[in-house]
């Protein structure tokens, strides 16, 4: 034997559906402190119902405070955006795998993020020349890289899907028997009256099942209608007339194909429209032959097919509007400094005069050279001075003339 003992003095006792009576006789049995709930478990708040804000409370302090330790006035933009990629963002990352955070926290934390990256310091404040959305996209899609919290959380969540497709282990399988995952698969598990976290991970695979594409097996875990398995899209899109009048819009594969005969039944009659999608659907679904293999799942973002949180999340950081400069800003050398002036001026973000205007009385927005107002395009290329400069550069360094910021992303 060991010789390890129990410190009973530094252990805490906590029951769930006892009643008060019987719960007090229990510290007095192994002379101990009743705890309350939630306890920490590696730093994770856990509780058997859900979270509330003072329990999530300091945990985002701590995260706020790490922020504020630096003084983001003292660091140069390369320097803010080392911090907030590396340090600040990796610092809940731990959390988000198994939380989904709320939105105030999200937002305090966000706040700090950006009061330390436009160098705000007590009460001295600096303009935020952008808003934070658009910080958070992916450089490629028009942003600074910096992570987005809520975002980069869905991602986290969303990986334990890649767990239960794997070999189960002891926790996965009490997942599956208590929230019946294994039907038709975990992608389309229920919430109701489940644990926060499950909650929180159901959330996340709700948005990632799009991406998922099913090779088929024995169609057991796959739904006949819903499931991208054949085609390009879901059956559900391709024949959505058949779906609307089907008796069996929840039905895996295996439920109503053999391999030979598609057994679905509708509620009314099809006009001849509806008997041309029909054969339609049978000939897709006749050159789908099943087997005893099971069903296995191929994350579509990856060219090897397993689910990854770098592709998830690049995938919803996308705003829907692509950028007319991709990436290539960043491919230009120069300092990381000069980059992020670059960012800001084709955003027209820069504080010149029109935009001064905005946040406050100016007495003269105009240019100083030549009394027209003053805007990034004007001051940097359409001002005769500019010109000037610009026609300067060119016959010293056989170039040609800039007229705008997507000319010297093209250099």
Not at 25 to 35: H, L
Not at 261 to 276: E, H, P, Y
């Amino acid at each position: 034997m060991c010789g390890m003992k129990i410190n009973f003095h530094q252990s805490d006792l906590l029951t769930i559906n006892i009643e008060d009576k019987m719960a007090k006789s229990f510290p007095q049995i192994f002379s101990c402190k009743v705890g309350t709930f939630p306890i920490k478990y590696l730093g994770v708040p856990l509780h058997y119902d859900k979270l509330r804000r003072e329990d999530l409370q300091p945990i985002i302090d701590r995260i706020i405070r790490c922020i504020s330790g630096w003084l983001g006035r003292h660091l140069t933009y390369k320097g803010k955006l080392i911090l907030l990629c590396a340090c600040i963002v990796s610092s809940p990352a731990y959390l988000m795998v198994v939380i989904k955070f709320p939105k105030w926290a999200i937002e305090a934390i966000n706040s700090q993020m950006a009061h330390s990256f436009w160098g705000n310091m007590g009460d001295q404040h600096k303009y935020h020349l952008t808003n934070w959305g658009l910080i958070t996209r992916k450089k490629f899609f028009g942003g600074l890289g910096i992570p987005n919290l809520n975002e980069f959380n869905m991602a986290l969540l969303a990986s334990s899907g890649k767990r239960f497709f794997d070999n189960k282990k002891r926790l996965e399988r009490c997942y599956s028997f208590k929230y019946n995952t294994e039907y038709p698969n975990v992608l389309w598990s229920k919430s109701d009256n489940a644990s926060s976290f499950w909650k929180s991970v159901t959330w996340a695979l709700n948005a990632s099942k799009t991406f998922y594409r099913w090779k088929i097996g024995n169609g057991r875990n796959v739904k006949l209608w819903h499931d991208l398995w054949v085609g390009e899209c879901s059956l559900k899109v391709q024949f959505r007339e058949l779906f609307y009048i089907c008796n069996q819009p929840e039905c895996t594969v295996s439920r109503v194909w053999d391999g030979v005969d598609l057994k679905l039944s509708f509620r009314r009659c099809a006009d001849s429209t509806g008997f041309d999608k029909w054969n339609q659907l049978l000939d897709i679904i006749q050159g789908i032959p099943l087997s005893d293999a099971p069903d296995v799942p191929i994350w579509m973002l990856e060219s090897n097919g397993v689910y990854s949180v770098k592709s998830f999340h690049s995938t919803i950081n996308f705003g829907g509007v692509a950028s007319a400069i991709g990436d290539k800003l960043w491919k230009i050398l120069c300092p990381q400094n000069i980059h992020v002036f670059l960012w800001l001026s084709v955003y027209n973000k820069v504080l010149t005069g029109d935009d001064l205007a905005k946040r406050k009385n100016v007495d003269d927005p105009s240019c100083l050279f030549c009394n027209e107002l003053e805007y990034v395009q004007h001051l940097f290329f359409d001002c005769i001075v500019a010109k000037c400069i610009w026609k300067l550069f060119a016959k010293s360094f056989q170039m040609q003339i800039m007229s705008c910021f997507k000319d010297i992303c093209a250099l």
